[in-house]
């Protein structure tokens, strides 16, 4: 008898969970997951940008300094280039 009442579906039921069931506390703690990841990328960047802050002073006179050596060594070269010019040209006027 008990055949015939499975058969017919009169029988116990085993419910089965919807989709939305299933996911919605996955997608809970993906979402948990996303906003700890976020915060933490946020305090990076500020991070970074405070470091970038602190050291851009230091960086600029660097390059300064880079600017003023080159500047330097190119009118050194200038100044040779010029004298070898000038030396030509007095051997070729005597």
Known sequence: MSNLNNIR???ERVRKTT?????IPELSETEERLL?????????IN????????????NRKCE???RKVCFF???ARQVK????MAALA?????
């Open 90 to 94: 007095s051997e070729e006027t005597s």
């Open 64 to 66: 300064i300094f880079e």
């Open 47 to 58: 991070q970074e940008l405070l470091f970038a802050k602190k050291n851009s002073r230091a």
């Open 9 to 11: 579906g009169s029988g």
């Open 36 to 44: 700890k990841k976020r915060e933490f990328l946020k305090e990076k």
């Open 81 to 84: 280039k010029n004298q070898k």
């Open 73 to 75: 060594y190119k009118t």
């Open 19 to 23: 989709g939305q069931q299933v996911w």
